[in-house]
């Protein structure tokens, strides 16, 4: 990901434009554009957008979904089960995590309650 500053300053290179032209369009600085470009500050986005936009380029912000790792569709069939069914699947599954592990056998308490 790059940062504002490389943004800005890669866009003002393949416009041809150097930091005093583009200070001057802008109505500030030319230092204040170079503070920009070396990430001494970060500017709001719409400053650089702004900036971009002096340069003929757009601002284009997106949002991408990110991996978790989790199978939704799991989620979504454990949904279509009753409480109870939900409860009876967990119990079973924790059993058998418990059943392959290493540690010492400690059932549920279902299973403690049927030998009760």
Known sequence: MKSPGEILREARRRHGVSQKRLAIRAGTTQSAISRIEKDRVSPTIETLSELLYLLGDDLTLTSDARDSGVDITLNEGSLGRSPTERLEYGEAFANQVIA?????????????????
């Not at 392959?100 to 009760?116: F, H, I, N, Q, Y």
């Open 100 to 116: 392959m592990s290493p540690l010492p056998k400690t059932p549920l308490l279902g299973e403690l309650g049927e030998s009760a």
